[in-house]
């Protein structure tokens, strides 16, 4: 028996989105909605042991978990057989799941606090930024940092990236499950475009829209955390992004030296329950 309930999201090119909606116990004191991280898919949100949705969940905050197209609840499409890329996660599926979870819960954008992992978190900077889809009340940041190294950039980011893309190639999406990196498989177009910005070392639609340009027109609050375990996104990664937001936060950096229980790794900011009080202090941005 699950904890929470299932409901979708259609996208305007006809896609169905998997969303898991957690109920708030006692009185409701705010709505979330949380996005994943490339290679995955939203199910480390309620890991067995840190249950992080069910957590804010029991202190009064309306948790909605999406799937992006192609992961999780979110198949069809598969990335064995279909083909997408970073703009339909940014044009269709988030306007889509914003849409359904402020008519679910009965609020306006303005109510709804947005908290956006990695990937989630790129395309939030790029839907809200270019203003593909309607700026929420709040936005929480968790590891979100692109990679832009460039020709002459850090040799380990750009051999990472090469062999990311290579693996792509000879099925046409990249196999994550086989290899053992991840969860959710990923198409060729995502993965060829996301090698692409690391190659040129600017993050860039398909249509030649430079998204840094775009991110000052967030206005909301912002809420930026990374982990000081984390091998994927280090606190300048973070701070290229955050410092373009005019109302962000200094960033929450999470770690020993910083009085935490231990220096969680990308997904551990999610699955550790030793990492309560720092969900404290989110439901704590939530509420204010």
């Not at 109510?111 to 700026?135: D, I, M, N, R, V």
Request: aromatic share 10%.
């Amino acid at each position: 028996m699950t904890d929470y309930e299932s409901i979708v999201a259609t996208t305007d090119d006809g896609v169905r989105l998997g969303l898991a909606r957690f109920a708030p116990v006692g009185p409701r004191r705010g709505v979330l909605l949380c996005t994943h991280a490339m290679m995955a898919n939203s199910s480390y949100f309620r890991h067995k042991r840190g249950r992080f949705a069910s957590f804010l969940a029991s202190n009064g905050i309306e948790v909605y978990l999406l799937d992006w197209r192609g992961h999780g609840a979110s198949v069809p499409p598969s990335p064995q057989r279909d083909s997408w890329g970073f703009e339909d996660y940014v044009r269709l599926d988030l306007p889509a799941a914003l849409q359904t979870v402020t008519e679910t819960a009965g609020i306006g954008m303005g109510e709804l606090c947005y908290l956006g992992h990695s990937l989630g978190g790129l395309t939030a900077l790029a839907g809200f930024g270019t203003g593909a889809a309607p700026l929420p009340g709040k936005l929480s940041l968790w590891a979100a940092s692109v990679w832009l190294p460039g020709p002459r950039g850090p040799l380990k980011r750009r051999l990472t990236m090469r062999i990311y893309d290579l693996a792509s190639r000879p099925l046409g999406y990249a196999p994550i499950r086989r290899l053992g990196f991840g969860t959710d498989d990923e198409p060729r177009q995502y993965v060829e475009q996301l090698a692409g910005w690391a190659y040129q070392g600017d993050w860039l639609s398909r249509d030649g829209i430079r998204y840094v340009d775009y991110i000052h027109h967030i206005t909301c609050p912002v809420f930026s955390v990374t982990g000081l375990g984390d091998p994927i996104c280090f606190p300048p990664d973070v701070e290229v992004l955050r410092e373009r937001l005019p109302n962000a936060l200094p960033t929450r950096r999470v770690g020993i030296s910083q009085g935490d229980a231990i220096d969680p790794d990308h997904f551990t900011l999610f699955t550790s329950d030793r990492l309560q009080p720092l969900w404290t202090e989110l439901v704590d941005f939530i509420c204010e």
